[in-house]
């Protein structure tokens, strides 16, 4: 084999490399399994805080109004994005009552991204993980706390100009 046919297959096989590492990386961080639109107050006990890279896990027994309990998987972000919004890795534990606000998964599972966390003290943890992208937030309703602001005209029906 010459050295160019050799530097080409080099090349393409480093392109399918990156391709195949940027992919999943991208698809990893879509919100797209949540229903942004919609926000779940529920009041549970929690089961297990699991303080991980790269999401942490939340897990809440919730019972519900026929008095059957049902455990809710709630997605929040990484240790660090946590930490930089004060929280910890000690802030619940098994035990603790807690309300939450979450943006439910869309095929109905008890899956949520998490959102924030009011803890029996007083104290809430806010992930601002279940704010809606831009643009997304029904006419009217403001984004919440610490959400980035839409971009002028989001959330407007008039179609694009050209």
Not at 84 to 93: E, I, L, P
Not at 137 to 147: C, I, K, N, R, Y
Request: proline content about 12%; charged content about 15%; overall charge positive.
């Amino acid at each position: 084999m010459n050295t160019c046919c050799s530097t080409r297959i080099s090349r393409v096989f480093a392109a399918l490399l990156l391709a195949s590492v940027a992919l999943p990386v991208s698809a990893h961080h879509s919100a797209a399994p949540f229903d942004m639109t919609k926000h779940l107050s529920l009041v549970g006990t929690v089961e297990k805080w699991v303080w991980a890279n790269p999401h942490s896990w939340l897990y809440i027994r919730v019972v519900q109004a026929d008095g059957s309990q049902q455990v809710w998987g709630l997605e929040a972000g990484s240790t660090g994005m946590l930490s930089r919004s004060g929280w910890g890795a000690y802030d619940m534990k098994p035990g603790d009552k807690v309300t939450v606000t979450v943006a439910p998964e869309r095929d109905g599972k008890p899956i949520g991204l998490l959102n924030d966390v009011h803890l029996a003290s007083g104290r809430v943890l806010s992930a601002g993980a279940g704010a809606p992208p831009p643009g997304a937030l029904p006419p009217g309703v403001a984004p919440p706390p610490g959400a980035a602001a839409p971009p002028p005209g989001a959330g407007t029906t008039a179609p694009p100009t050209r």
